[in-house]
């Protein structure tokens, strides 16, 4: 079976054709066209899938369905999402799951992106065989994705997941969410830049290498450029990615606490950075975890990378989750 | 069916014998004898249960088996507890289950006494009927019953569920846990006598109808004690337990942004106090949680008051839960 996985960000759209054991033909990323409003998106969601089924065409091989990785939450009747997303303006109330299967006859499925990427972790990447996981994705937010027994937990409404904004310095900053101290507030990107700002400000800046990576202008930082800088040994990035580490894993401890999982799996653009961003949360997670459940959890970085969406909307294909209601 | 439910706690045993409709006969309280240690603890328990065969043989009704709620992580095959429930001094290695078995020859049960609560909330209480949802108990500690559809979870090793350990002033109390800001150090009993002391020790005092109770004496303080004089309507009172009720809806809020749950219970010792309790909670719910996961959450009290336990070991019996495991 193959199917073709599309996996919508507020930038980029990411697609690709997808085989049953995992393996990704033609991985494609274009602009999502997010700017431009919702006809726009469609419109790119549309030509990129006529693209692939060209390709699978000419490669001989057959497409079971298309696969759709969005933020937001997705009702299969309305072929869209009914809520979250807040991002991308329009999208809620756009029933693109319904154009896609005028357009192909295809059977069309689609479902929030990070609870896609834990599905594709989880038959693909470092979920393999595992039953109980929590998946946090770290970038301009923190996603969650829970597995529970061997199923996906979405929550009552599909709500669930929401594990960045779970309050972990309730007198800290406010979350643009309006809760205060949300532990997106200080493990997201801009959280890590907020942490990477406040030493700089008090520390002697002119010694680092950051310095001159940054070309002396703050508003250059980057998680990256800190990652990098670490990774070369600057002292001042080490102390910054430290407290990122200690603050990441107040949020990853609450999780194992509550969940007792098998697995957590560190997943997210953040999580590119790789080992040095794991080693900094696993030096700090003994700080924030009871030590029966911390001894029973691993602590992994996410395996599929930046095409995790892509190869996590097509397994909604492969395991015939979120399809849309053709009743209409 | 009936059985016997016996439920364990540092001061108290309770017991009764329970119909599969939920009806409590002969509900006992007697000293547990934890300060005795394990010995005696494993004699009140079987103590108490021929009482209630003789009462049950008298009553011309069949006990079906015998459960247990007890602190800690039980483990069929062992008989016993094999972790937690630090404060039951050699509790941990006591194969109760195997003893009771032998002296009645009976099918015993028995399960951590939060999850039995739970159970038996979710059999016979708040949560008739419900497929997910969340119990808060409030005591010495915070623990935490997790349904999630319609199914208790315990986490990958039985540890799920420590709630009261969610850091929520990760620069906060130190627990004794070791974890910094634990849920537990403003949520629970002494949580909220520190809350109250500190109130009262920078208030006036002198004008607060707390003071005669307490019989100008601070360590008179019971959380008892405070709700009362708050549904009397004092002042200095009312503000405690408008602070209580914000640290309490920190946590609950954190659980629904998380799981995005039909239904959070609040059980426990201090949700005896009732409406005053569940109100305080539910004025500052808003400030920490995200509204599509808020509006889908019902937040009520606990229905089955100081007999929960007793009850919940009881439908371990009649759900065939964490049996003991007779191959030994």
Chains 1, 2 share one sequence.
């Not at 696969?67 to 309305?78: K, L, N, Q, R, Y």
């Not at 009914?82 to 479902?111: C, S, V």
């Not at 696993?282 to 691993?298: G, N, P, V």
Request: net charge neutral; proline share 3%; aromatic share 6%.
């Amino acid at each position: 079976m193959n199917a073709i996985g599309l996996d919508l960000g507020g930038t980029n759209l990411k697609g690709g054709i997808v085989s049953e054991e995992g393996e990704v033909y033609r991985f494609t990323i274009t602009p999502s066209g997010v700017p431009e409003g919702p006809e726009k998106i469609l419109e790119n969601l549309v030509t990129l899938s006529r693209i692939f089924l060209k390709k699978a065409g000419e490669m001989g091989i057959s497409i079971s369905g298309i696969g759709v990785a969005t933020p937001g939450i997705i009702d299969p009747s309305f072929g869209g999402i009914t809520g979250g997303a807040d991002n991308l303006p329009g999208w809620r109330g756009t029933a693109f799951m319904k154009t896609l299967y005028q357009e192909f006859k295809l059977p069309i499925h689609a479902h929030n992106d990070v609870t896609a990427i834990t599905l594709g972790e989880l038959r693909y990447g470092a979920g393999k065989g595992k039953k109980n996981v929590i998946l946090a994705a770290f970038g301009t937010g923190i996603g969650g994705g829970i597995v529970i027994d061997g199923k996906l937990y979405g929550g009552h409404t599909g709500y669930g997941g929401e594990i960045g904004h779970m309050a972990i310095r309730a007198d800290g900053y406010r979350c643009s969410c309006g809760i205060r101290g949300c532990w997106e507030e200080y493990a997201s990107i801009r959280g890590i830049l907020r942490t990477a700002r406040d030493h700089i400000i008090k520390d002697n800046l002119k010694e680092s290498t950051i310095y001159i990576k940054i070309n002396n202008k703050i508003e250059n930082l980057t998680p990256k450029v800190l990652f990098d800088s670490a990774r070369e040994g600057d002292r001042l990035a080490l102390q910054i990615v430290d407290e990122v580490g200690n603050n990441t894993a107040i949020g990853i401890g609450n999780l194992i606490n509550i969940f007792n999982p098998e697995l957590v799996i560190v997943g997210g653009g953040i999580a590119l950075a790789g080992e040095i961003f794991l080693e900094s949360i696993k030096k700090h997670i003994h700080l924030w975890t009871l030590k029966d459940s911390r001894d029973a959890a691993e602590i992994v970085l996410a395996k599929l990378g930046e095409k995790a969406g892509v190869v996590g909307a097509s397994s909604l294909v492969f395991e015939n989750i979120n399809r849309l209601n053709l009743e209409f």
